[in-house]
């Protein structure tokens, strides 16, 4: 079992930063990759982000590239999402996840264990 708990969204003004995190606990974290993915109201969730255990191998969404970074830190088993220049359209609840591919893989159904998710909201 892995157990996932994001934190960092709120309110932000469009142009404006967050930073997401989210800490795992549970089974052994650092050899997994983790992701990050959003889903808007009346959408289907979608990909945001990937990074391998060692932090070197990351993917993102053509929506993310540019303006958000992952990166993890495993001595804190803590995934990381940089979210800059956010723009309204990024409103949705952010979700990270935990998959046992070896790629930095955008398929949701390789991942096992999902977060509770955060909200994050971008006014214009």
């Known amino acids: 079992q892995v157990q996932l708990v994001e934190s960092g969204g709120g309110l932000v003004q469009a142009g404006g930063s967050l930073r997401l995190s989210c800490a795992a606990s549970?089974?052994?974290?650092?050899?997994?990759?983790m992701g990050w993915f959003r889903q808007a109201p009346g959408k289907d969730r979608e990909f945001v982000a990937a990074?391998?255990?060692?932090?070197?191998?990351?993917r993102y969404a053509d929506s993310a590239k540019g303006r958000f970074t992952v990166s993890r830190d495993n001595a804190k088993n803590t995934v990381y999402l940089q979210m800059n220049s956010l723009k309204p359209e990024d409103t949705a609840v952010y979700y990270c996840?935990?998959?046992?591919?070896?790629?930095?893989?955008?398929?949701?159904?390789?991942?096992?264990?999902w977060g509770q998710g955060t909200q994050v909201t971008v006014s214009s």
């Open positions: 996840a935990h998959s046992t591919a070896v790629v930095p893989t955008k398929t949701s159904r390789e991942y096992g264990y």
């Open positions: 549970g089974r052994t974290f650092s050899t997994y990759v």
């Open positions: 990074i391998t255990w060692s932090g070197a191998g990351t």
